[in-house]
């Protein structure tokens, strides 16, 4: 920055490169967008919250409040289920001096505009899977969301449990009674987004013991 903070860093992690983007401080400068090599690239708002997210399927345009304004789908992607929304041209401004322009997967510019001189940053990158089992889950769920969704499964769980103790009252009957198939199919694809979303282990750990308490 003309300030001489750093603005833009890229760095190595093993065979993928990251390109971080700053906000304009001198000491504990908040990440304002992350772009990586294998598809997943996130921008964010001075506050903090998610402003852009993609991965290797598509992206989402989310406001303030975390509430998704638009979605997209990248052109020949192959996505497990939902309709392929096209792209319309996204450009934002991080801050005065930084922007991003997202016109297509590889197509995707960080600009930086200071004392009248401008550079320009391509960090699009074209990754396809060729199989629908090897995409990851979908990853618009918040982590508020997949709280929700493991207490609305403990709670379903509850309740069917309370069925049971009302329709067999002896204690025998109990642990005889086996769950809905729909109720373990549930907690199995919590359990499996926990595992493969990139979520922080204290949540993961969380969301474990509600649904298997």
Not at 45 to 65: C, F, H, K, R, S
Not at 142 to 152: M, N, P, S, Y
């Amino acid at each position: 920055y003309p300030s001489g903070n750093l603005a833009i860093i890229v760095v190595r992690e093993k065979k993928r490169l990251i390109c971080i983007v700053q906000e304009d401080k001198p000491n504990n400068a908040k990440i304002r967008a992350v772009f990586k090599s294998n598809g997943r690239s996130t921008c964010y708002y001075p506050n903090g919250a998610v402003w852009i997210n993609m991965n290797i399927q598509g992206g989402q345009y989310l406001d303030q409040e975390g509430s998704r304004v638009r979605r997209w789908t990248w052109p020949n992607s192959i996505m497990s289920s939902g309709p392929h929304v096209p792209l319309s041209p996204v450009f934002i401004s991080l801050n005065r001096h930084m922007g991003v322009r997202i016109l297509g997967q590889d197509k995707i510019t960080v600009s930086f505009l200071a004392m009248g001189q401008q550079a320009k940053f391509n960090v699009g990158t074209k990754v396809q899977v060729s199989d629908v089992s090897q995409l990851p889950p979908p990853t618009w769920l918040g982590e508020d969301e997949l709280l929700l969704l493991a207490f609305r499964v403990r709670i379903l769980w509850l309740f069917d449990r309370l069925r049971g103790c009302l329709n067999f009252p002896s204690n025998e009957q109990w642990d005889k009674i086996k769950p809905p198939a729909y109720l373990i199919t549930q907690t199995l694809k919590i359990l499996q987004l926990c595992t493969t979303s990139d979520i922080s282990d204290e949540l993961c750990s969380s969301v474990r013991a509600i649904v298997n308490a």
